[in-house]
């Protein structure tokens, strides 16, 4: 399987959540990221979820 390197900016704390999830599930950003990106479409191709007309907004996000 091949994988292809995607840049990736993120706020910071949305940063630091995902670096203390994936601490806490034992595995690297990187792979943390790849898990949830991975659920996210399996759970899109389950319930056959569209894609949003405003791709182009941000999503608001509130991390404390």
């Not at 999830?21 to 034992?26: G, K, Q």
């Not at 389950?46 to 996000?61: A, E, F, S, Y």
Request: hydrophobic residues 35%.
């Amino acid at each position: 399987m091949s994988r292809k390197q995607v840049p990736l900016r993120l706020d910071d704390k949305l940063y630091d959540a995902i670096a203390a999830w994936a601490a806490d599930d034992f595995r690297s950003v990187n792979g943390q990221i790849e898990y949830l990106l991975t659920e996210c479409v399996k759970q899109r191709k389950k319930n056959g979820g569209t894609v949003p007309k405003q791709l182009d907004v941000p999503p608001d996000i509130h991390i404390s």
